[in-house]
């Protein structure tokens, strides 16, 4: 999961009858005493579910959730001189497995569009039907999808240095 956005944890049903049901630790679970609790955790954490039934049998298992501090983070400025370095301007994925497609589009400081991909795969090299773009500031707006399926915008500014 990307830091800040929650997760439900599935723990196993029962047709036992059940005197308790906990995970831990609850501090970042609401709902800690269902099999399906929503964990909202800041760090990676190992989350254990504790089950009892009348008879005094008890069964753990765990569950861990892994926190990622973010699924992109775009570079504020690249330099697309041909020279082999920063040449794209990248919208790294964090290790590429939280995100499902990202919508890209690129203004210029008065609003108009210089660049817009709806399947964003670090591949723009500041150019604009074709020619250079002029050195300068450059606004985004990345609509990006998680692999659950939520949306997330990211507005930001760029610089393109030659």
Do not use: H
Not at 3 to 31: C, F, K, R
């Amino acid at each position: 999961m990307v830091d800040g956005y929650p997760v439900y944890l599935e723990g196993a049903s029962s047709n036992t009858n059940l005197t308790a049901i906990s995970w831990t630790p609850s501090s970042t679970l609401v709902g800690a005493t269902t099999f399906k609790p929503l964990a909202k955790p800041n760090a990676t954490t190992t989350y254990t579910l504790t089950v009892r039934s009348a008879n005094g049998c008890s069964a753990e298992d765990n569950a861990l959730v892994t926190v990622l501090p973010y699924c992109i983070k775009p570079l504020d400025a690249f330099t697309p001189n041909k020279d082999g370095t920063n040449d794209l301007w990248q919208v790294t994925a964090f290790g590429g497995t939280c995100i499902a497609r990202i919508y890209v589009n690129v203004f210029n400081r008065y609003g108009n569009v210089v660049y817009k991909n709806d399947n964003y795969q670090n591949t723009w090299d500041g150019t604009y039907n074709g020619k250079p773009v002029p050195d300068g500031t450059y606004y985004y707006v990345i609509d990006y999808r998680l692999i659950n399926g939520e949306s997330i915008v990211m507005r930001g500014d760029l610089t393109i240095i030659r």
